[in-house]
């Protein structure tokens, strides 16, 4: 990457995070330390209010309120669930189905479960430049579902200058914040950062398939205040009714959910954005719904107006979902031998 861009993104991030505060008026604060909690541990204690707000089967909200009156710092489910509320909803006027005509939508008036994960290297705020995560720019501009944020960060953690790395550490959650609603600011930062994607590989910062990224800290939330995290998710049971947000829904721990480690590790990668969410939904339909290869191949997408129906997953799609279902059983089995010797020898 030429050495001016570099710069000038670096640059970029001082002057724009400084001058922001400068209009607030306040000085950049020093960091406050967080502590660190267990996001369902503390949603149970009540240091925190969490929302789950799906926006259909491929996609939701995680809305995070701290309650207390210091910083936190919250682990984020690796693998989670997110599950109907049931009683608050009462009954559905029949064809409610939200997902209209879409394969494995809709055929039940009762909502379906959804599932995903969050990348934990994608939560750090406030740590050091050497931790890792670095994704609040990159996510602003390109959006999460878009891996060349995820390229980007691996360029960010292991081959940018040191001093950008604690630039980027310093004033990127600023900047970000300070983009947000600024398109012409956004292109001109996604043209600095499409110059990097550009020379780095797809799977950049991927590490290999299903590899866990081991970084630290979590999603900091400071008193008072709220974040908000999108995900990637699937729909864990085919046949029923796509999620809305007029449906109300709860995040749940996904072992409160299913016992199957496969399920989790697929889920963990979708998470980690190690797997497209076609991919990640052929295999959990084949997991969590027990659909055949074959029954997955005969999914249509049924479109109105005589267009022509459409296969749901491409055999490309499927071909995938096979493989990471293999993986998923393999590393599945290899944990559970694992924990099983560990237990074995504290005997």
């Known amino acids: 990457m030429p050495r001016l861009v570099v710069a000038i993104l670096g640059v970029s991030l001082v002057l724009v995070a400084q001058s922001a505060l400068a209009r607030e008026g306040k000085a950049k604060p020093a960091a406050v330390p967080a502590e660190q909690r267990e996001l369902f541990e503390a949603e149970a204690s009540g ?31 690796e693998a989670f669930a997110g599950v109907p ?13 939200g997902g209209g005509n879409m394969a494995g939508f809709g055929a039940s008036n009762q909502p379906q479960t959804t599932g995903g994960g969050v990348a934990q290297g994608g939560m750090q705020v406030g740590q050091g430049a050497g931790n890792g995560g670095f994704c609040w720019v990159a996510r602003e501009v390109y959006g999460p579902h878009d891996p060349r944020w995820v390229r980007f960060r691996g360029w960010m953690r292991f081959e940018a200058p040191a001093w950008l790395r604690d630039i980027y550490g310093t004033y990127g959650e600023d900047f970000a914040a300070w983009i947000h609603d600024k398109p012409a600011a956004k292109w001109a930062v996604r043209q600095l950062m499409d ?49 809305s947000q007029r449906r109300p829904y ?64 491409t055999p490309a799609e499927l071909q995938a979902a096979h493989r990471v279902v293999e993986i998923a059983t393999a590393q599945a089995a290899s944990a559970g031998k694992a924990t099983s010797q560990s237990m074995s020898g504290s005997r």
Request: with cysteine; proline share 8%; glycine share 10%.
């Open 85 to 97: 509320v049931l009683a608050q909803m009462g009954g559905m006027p029949g064809g409610m189905n």
């Open 47 to 77: 240091a925190v209010t969490v929302k789950y707000i799906p926006n259909d089967s491929r996609s939701a909200q995680i809305v995070v309120t701290n309650n207390g009156d210091r910083p936190l710092s919250l682990r984020m489910p």
């Open 250 to 313: 709860k995040l749940v721990k996904l072992d409160s959910y299913s016992q199957d480690p496969k399920l989790a590790v697929v889920l963990e990668a979708l998470g980690r954005g190690e797997l497209p969410q076609k991919v990640a939904q052929a295999a959990a339909w084949h997991m969590a719904s027990g659909l055949s290869w074959e029954r997955l191949s005969a999914e249509m997408i049924d479109h109105a107006g005589g267009v022509p129906d459409e296969p749901f997953f």
């Open 195 to 243: 110059s990097v994607v550009e020379g780095t590989p797809p799977d950049a910062d991927i590490g290999g398939q299903f590899q866990v990224v081991a970084d630290e800290g979590g999603l900091r939330v400071m008193p008072g205040k709220t974040r908000t995290i999108r995900v990637t998710t699937v729909c864990l049971e085919h046949g029923k009714a796509e999620p």
